[in-house]
């Protein structure tokens, strides 16, 4: 398998886009004629939209570039005095407005969590949409993938074979959680779909 091209800039170590250069170190040598030159101005993020981003046609992740939000996910521009997230910008510039202020700007690559905002890679989805696109990518943060999940899995499937066999409280103690836990455990309020799992074993 080819390696993927990197950035020729030393210890940079971003996906190359073009003329040897990460997105960020080709806007800057585009804008001032030396990869290494200049900072980040508060207009640099919606020129490197407006000049660079929307014009990436390859079916390449492009990376952004400048300051990233929460888990990894694309910072924002400033829209007429306004921050916003500029994955849900080029959305909108490339699909046109949402259908609903509620539809979320989805990455069919699953990599916005890398902070991708290559435009071929956006589409409008609703939120339950959007979510369902993190389970198919793997990228959901759904039972022991959350960093707060006090259970595994394998617990889980314990808590649920031992349904009506020992007590929620005994249960609790054994697994290190509060009896509400095991209890919305067993009606189905979380971890959900070990439920649904466990439902089809037994019919």
């Not at 997105?23 to 030396?34: E, I, K, Q």
């Not at 900072?39 to 570039?65: I, K, N």
């Not at 249960?171 to 309020?189: E, K, M, N």
């Given at each position: 398998?080819?390696k993927?091209?990197?950035?020729?800039?030393?210890?940079?170590?971003?996906?190359?886009?073009?003329?040897?250069?990460?997105?960020?170190?080709?806007?800057?040598?585009?804008?001032?004629?030396d990869?290494?030159?200049?900072?980040?101005?508060?207009?640099?993020?919606l020129?490197?939209?407006?000049?660079s981003?929307?014009?990436?046609?390859?079916?390449?992740?492009?990376?952004?570039?400048?300051?990233?939000?929460p888990?990894?996910?694309?910072?924002?521009?400033?829209?007429d005095?306004?921050?916003?997230?500029?994955?849900?910008?080029?959305?909108?510039?490339?699909n046109?407005?949402?259908p609903?202020?509620?539809?979320?700007?989805?990455?069919?690559?699953g990599?916005?969590?890398?902070?991708c905002?290559?435009?071929?890679?956006?589409?409008?989805?609703?939120?339950?949409?959007?979510?369902?696109?993190?389970?198919?990518?793997?990228?959901?943060?759904?039972?022991?993938?959350?960093?707060?999940?006090?259970?595994?899995?394998?617990?889980?499937?314990?808590?649920?074979?031992?349904?009506?066999k020992?007590?929620?409280?005994?249960l609790?103690?054994?697994?290190?959680?509060?009896p509400?836990?095991?209890?919305?455990?067993h009606?189905?309020?979380?971890?959900?779909?070990?439920?649904?799992?466990a439902?089809?074993?037994?019919?």
């Amino acid at each position: 398998m080819a390696k993927s091209r990197v950035c020729s800039i030393p210890n940079c170590g971003k996906p190359h886009e073009a003329k040897g250069y990460c997105s960020a170190h080709y806007y800057r040598l585009l804008r001032n004629g030396d990869p290494l030159g200049g900072g980040t101005s508060p207009g640099d993020p919606l020129r490197f939209v407006h000049e660079s981003a929307v014009l990436h046609a390859s079916d390449e992740c492009l990376p952004w570039p400048f300051g990233k939000g929460p888990a990894g996910y694309a910072g924002t521009v400033l829209i007429d005095g306004k921050s916003v997230l500029a994955s849900r910008y080029i959305c909108e510039l490339v699909n046109g407005p949402p259908p609903t202020p509620k539809h979320e700007a989805a990455h069919s690559c699953g990599k916005g969590h890398e902070a991708c905002i290559a435009p071929g890679h956006l589409v409008w989805k609703t939120h339950a949409e959007n979510e369902a696109d993190k389970l198919t990518h793997g990228t959901h943060g759904r039972g022991e993938r959350n960093s707060k999940a006090k259970l595994t899995e394998a617990d889980v499937r314990e808590i649920l074979a031992l349904k009506g066999k020992e007590t929620n409280p005994n249960l609790a103690a054994r697994f290190g959680v509060v009896p509400q836990t095991i209890s919305c455990i067993h009606t189905g309020r979380s971890w959900a779909w070990l439920t649904e799992d466990a439902k089809e074993v037994a019919a």
